[in-house]
């Protein structure tokens, strides 16, 4: 099966223009104050409209109050919304009755427990992607998360791996992984929240090279 890409934190047309040429199938917008790759709700709507309908839409929230949850669906209205805090399958399965969107839940990849424990969110969310650990920002920091945990796990959920990949070492950890969906952030940019055009290309190439290997 075709290896899905996810290019998050996208902030401007160029960059979604470039992730539809080189092949990406979601887009990430962030809504999050605190990350440098955060976009207001008109900017993400409006980056929502211009986005090629090839493309599905992320919407990434983190520990959003009840309200803002609703605008930002209203808003924005995703294909998909992401959370990326400690939202619970209880909380998860409330927002399910109040949109059409698809659920992801974001989980910090701390150990073979993490996947474990991933259980408890089946039947709530389409898909589970994991990243490293929350540092001082949940996501986006370029930590790498440790692939052999993935190896051979026999997992119950669809779920993507994220956390420090780039276009040098995306084929590795597919090899090792064999992840439905990748998703990349800071491995494509050339400043934090800057997108590069050139590496977003790269990416996608290294994945489809892999592909056809």
């Given amino acids: 099966m075709k290896t899905q890409i996810k290019i998050c934190g996208l902030a401007n047309v160029a960059a979604i223009d470039a992730a539809a040429e080189a092949g990406a199938t979601h887009i990430g917008l962030v809504h999050f104050d605190k990350s440098p790759r955060h976009v207001g709700l008109e900017q993400a709507a409006a980056l929502r409209m211009r986005t090629p309908p090839q493309l599905k839409v ?22 998909i919304v992401q959370f990326h805090g400690s939202e619970t399958p209880e909380w998860l399965n409330l927002v399910r009755q109040h949109t059409k969107a698809h659920i992801w839940k974001a989980l910090g990849l701390k150990n073979r427990e993490t996947l474990i424990n991933a259980d408890r969110f089946d039947d709530v969310v389409e898909r589970v992607l994991y990243d490293a650990p929350a540092q001082a920002l949940p996501g986006g920091t370029g930590t790498r998360v440790d692939w052999s945990l993935l190896s051979q796990f026999d997992h119950h959920i669809p779920w993507g791996l994220a956390g420090g990949l780039a276009p040098d070492n995306v084929v590795e950890a597919l090899r090792m992984t064999k992840a439905p969906l990748v998703d990349v952030s800071s491995g494509v940019e050339s400043a934090p929240g800057v997108k590069d055009v050139d590496k977003i290309a790269q990416f996608c190439k290294a994945v489809r090279t892999y592909e056809h290997a």
């Fill in 58 to 79: 992320v919407l990434l929230l983190v520990n959003a109050e009840p309200e803002l949850t609703q605008k930002a669906l209203d808003m924005v209205r995703p294909d």
